[in-house]
């Protein structure tokens, strides 16, 4: 059989990318059950352990806390032993640290399982990122990617909708079944993501050519080979160090305040959305509604965001979607005293919105970094986006409690208009580029 002279970047999308966006996909999924399903508990659980609002915020934070060590360190892991291994460890500690929050009989014991929870989220995100931009054709690179974004706030809405029904069958002990529920989602996306094969370029990065060949085989057929690969491994040794001195710091910068900016008023909103919509006006029967309205509205923005990725481009959507979505918080700062219905509707423009910046969250750090680093590039961003989400968290009940819900909101649109600002002075655009040539500084 001859060998194709297409590049795999250029192939269509087969059963296998499709069954590893899955495999991948999960994990967002997980993620955003996980970090959304406190949010759900956090009023009955307080009263059963008699938590303060310095222990609510605590562990709030506590999961945003474990995704900083675990973003750092698992993109470490997942670039220095490769993409398969590690890809099973996030799914192991959903399930272990879930199981135990079932016992749990105090404010630090669950800041603790909270924080082993954030670090399984922190590895997901290189392993399950790095692994599939790896093997993706660039023309579904973006919108594939943006699917994980997508999977994560179907996640944080099923975890709504479910944990409701758990509290309410579950008794006075519903919050622990509620916390201990992601032990069956966990165990199930172990099952699917059972043999995946390791990346190539990885394998290539590691100078294991044969290995590497024959894993592009078992994808791909037997008629392509590394000719179809294109990706030059580096000759030297790459380190975190040459990472920020070689050009890439100001790429890392751009990442890591962009992510920020967008996702501290969002975990601020999931960890806490009951007590935020009450402050806004929205109690009893408007408060269920609107948790589960603005959630699946985050999703819909994702997915509009999503169609939009190629046609719009990168820099543009990020530009909109920090535009827009802040100037929908500093609508609900300013109309915060406003009708149930107005608070909705602001409330669900900045969700929708504030979708384009979500997807990218997952997009350019995947595609600005070469294979060697790309991982750890990855993880740092998380790691360091998720500094400001926990202290935003954190000081979210106290804001509340202080400065009022008017305040808080027009912090949330300061953070979101900073973004604005980095993605003016540093977004890029990468459509239509191959991963290497995304990846390259020249």
Request: aromatic share 12%; with cysteine.
């Amino acid at each position: 059989m001859t060998t194709p002279t297409c590049s795999v970047e250029d192939v269509p999308l087969n059963r296998f990318h499709q069954l590893l966006t899955v495999r991948s996909g999960g994990g967002s999924f997980v993620d955003g059950y996980v970090l959304s399903i406190i949010g759900v508990a956090m009023v009955q659980m307080s009263a059963g352990l008699s938590l303060t609002a310095f222990w609510q915020g605590m562990i709030a934070a506590s999961a945003l806390i474990g995704i900083f060590f675990g973003g750092f360190f698992g993109g470490w892991l997942t670039d220095h032993f490769g993409r398969k291994r590690i890809f099973f460890v996030g799914p192991i500690l959903f399930m272990l640290g879930s199981l135990v929050q079932f016992w749990v009989e105090s404010g630090p014991e669950l800041f603790a399982l909270r924080f082993v929870i954030g670090v399984a989220v922190g590895i997901e995100y290189p392993v399950a990122t790095a692994l599939l931009v790896e093997f993706l054709p660039k023309k579904y690179r973006g919108p594939r990617l943006a699917t994980l974004t997508i999977l994560w706030f179907a996640g944080a809405a099923f975890a709504y909708i479910l944990g409701h029904f758990i509290l309410a069958a579950g008794g006075e002990n519903g919050w622990r079944l509620v916390l201990a529920s992601p032990v069956i989602i966990g165990a199930i996306l172990f099952a699917v993501r059972m043999g995946t094969p390791e990346s190539p370029r990885w394998l290539l990065s590691k100078h294991r050519p044969q290995e590497a060949e024959a894993i592009i085989k078992q994808v791909y057929g037997n008629g392509f080979s590394l000719k179809n690969l294109p990706e030059q491994p580096q000759e030297k040794k790459t380190s975190l160090l040459s990472l920020l001195s070689s050009g890439y710091g100001k790429r890392m910068l751009f990442v890591a305040m962009f992510w920020s900016c967008s996702v501290i008023p969002v975990f601020a909103v999931y960890s806490f959305a009951p007590k935020v919509l009450e402050a806004l006006n929205l109690k009893g029967d408007w408060a269920s509604f609107g948790s589960v309205a603005i959630t699946l509205l985050f999703v819909v923005g994702c997915i509009i965001a999503t169609r939009l990725i190629n046609s719009m481009g990168r820099r543009s959507m990020l530009i909109h979607s920090f535009l827009w979505s802040g100037l929908a918080l500093l609508g609900l700062g300013a109309s915060h005293d406003s009708s149930p219905m107005a608070v909705l509707v602001l409330f669900g423009a900045y969700a929708l919105f504030i979708g384009g910046a979500q997807v990218l969250q997952l997009v350019y750090p995947n595609e600005l970094f070469p294979t060697e680093i790309r991982a750890k590039a990855v993880g740092i961003g998380t790691s360091l986006s998720r500094v400001g989400a926990a202290v935003g968290t954190w000081l979210v009940p106290m804001s509340l409690q202080t400065l009022g819900i008017a305040q808080t909101m027009y912090a949330a649109a300061i953070v979101t208009l900073i973004g604005l600002l980095f993605a003016w002075a540093l977004a890029p655009e990468t459509r239509s580029l191959t991963l290497q040539q995304a990846a390259s500084l020249n």
